[in-house]
Structures are given as C-alpha cells and as structure tokens.
T-cell receptor, first 115, second 111 residues
Framework: DAGVTQSPTHLIKTRGQQVTLRCSPK?????VSWYQQALGQGPQFIFQ???????QRGNFPDRFSGHQFPNYSSELNVNALLLGDSALYLC??????????????FGPGTRLLVL | GQSLEQPSEVTAVEGAIVQINCTYQ??????LSWYQQHDGGAPTFLSY????GLEETGRFSSFLSRSDSYGYLLLQELQMKDSASYFC????????????FGTGTKLQVIP
C-alpha cells in the first residue's frame, strides 16, 4: 500500500518565478492538506482540499493556490516566488470520515529553494 | 488566532522517561495530536486525544486536559532512535479541519 507521495523531492527557483508541487494521497484517502515548514519551525497549514474544492485556508497570501483532481491527487502552486518561500512543503492526506484518531499521513515533502 | 507552546529542547538518558508539555490557546478546539519528525524526514503521527485523559500506545502516552488547555506526551524506556523533534498540533474541527502545529521540541537521548 503506497503512502503519500510528493514530487519533485527538491527544486531550485529564482525570485518571481512560479512553481507547482504535486501530491498523491495514501490509498483510500480523499482529503489533502498542504503545509509549509521553514527550517527549525513547525509545519504551517496552507490549505485543505476535499471533493476538488478548497475547504480550509491558513494565513497565506493568494500567491499560494491549489487544486485537487478527481483521483484525489493535488497540486500546490506558488506564484511570484519570494526568498521567504524557501521551505519544505509537506502534503498530508486523511479520510474525511476517518476514525476519531484524526490521523494525517504526511508525504516526504518537497524542499524548495528560492534564490 | 492559534498558538501552541512547547519547550524548545529536552535532553534525557537512554532508558529513562521524558515528558513533553504543550499548552495551547486556540479559537477552536477539536483534538490534540502529537507527531515525531526526524531530521530530514516527514512528520509521523504518534497519538491523538479528543477527550480528557490518557491515551497509551506502546512506549508513548499522551494526556489532555481541555479545561487547562494543556497536554503532554510521555515517552518511556527511551531509545537512541527517539532522538527527534516532537510537535503538538491542534485540529479545530473534525471534518474540514485546520491543524495548527507548535514550534516543536527537539529531544536528544544520550547514552
């Protein structure tokens, strides 16, 4: 049973560019959340997708957008990259009607460096 | 807003017991989770408390007091491989949940 997968693993971009990160959820999961984790910090919630719609959003500007596809996979897009966008981007999946454990499974992340 | 406070670093001896505390101030609360993250790795789920009390999962236990906005993670029989960062996280609902993570506690287990 494949867990959460993300691509690419590493990415280098320059300021002002745009980036797209991809995530495939764990089998049986229908909800995908994206997080940004700066070095030495905890993950910061960006947004959550369910049934191809954004359902919850954290305190991130509109430069951060996403999409969920019918097969539950998801993309995170970041426009007009800033140096401060350099971070590990994590995708996490769960089943919306999951157990009370509310378990999220995280992917390995995409490490983005903006120069 | 949401804020979660944890100690930044803890050092403990192999075989001992360590407790990592978490206090939270949140506008919505549904449950408290704990995650472990090794350097360079992804967070992995350890434990969840939706109700007050103690939850035990092997060597790990987690406690929640909703009235005190407080929880802790207890690690017993520490092993060297337990050296990692530990995060508490609050989910604000059961469905379309927003999860807020603390800044993390770096645990170092020494021989």
């Amino acid at each position: 049973d494949a867990g959460v997968t993300q691509s690419p693993t590493h990415l280098i971009k320059t300021r002002g560019q745009q980036v797209t990160l991809r995530c495939s959820p764990k089998s049986g999961h229908d909800t995908v959340s994206w997080y940004q984790q700066a070095l030495g910090q905890g993950p910061q919630f960006i947004f959550q997708y369910y049934e191809e719609e954004e359902r919850q959003r954290g305190n991130f500007p509109d430069r951060f957008s996403g999409h969920q596809f019918p097969n539950y996979s998801s993309e995170l897009n970041v426009n007009a990259l800033l140096l401060g966008d350099s971070a590990l981007y994590l995708c996490a999946s769960r089943h919306i009607a999951g157990t009370s454990e509310e378990t999220q499974y995280f992917g390995p992340g995409t490490r983005l460096l903006v120069l | 807003g949401q804020s979660l406070e944890q100690p930044s670093e803890v050092t403990a001896v192999e075989g001992a017991i360590v407790q990592i505390n978490c206090t939270y101030q949140t506008s919505g609360f549904y449950g408290l989770s704990w995650y472990q993250q090794h350097d360079g790795g992804a967070p992995t789920f350890l434990s969840y408390n939706g109700l007050d009390g103690l939850e035990e999962t092997g060597r790990f236990s987690s406690f929640l007091s909703r009235s005190d906005s407080y929880g802790y993670l207890l690690l017993q029989e520490l092993q060297m491989k337990d050296s990692a960062s530990y995060f508490c996280a609050v989910s604000d609902s059961g469905g379309y949940q927003k999860v807020t993570f603390g800044t993390g506690t770096k645990l170092q287990v020494i021989p």
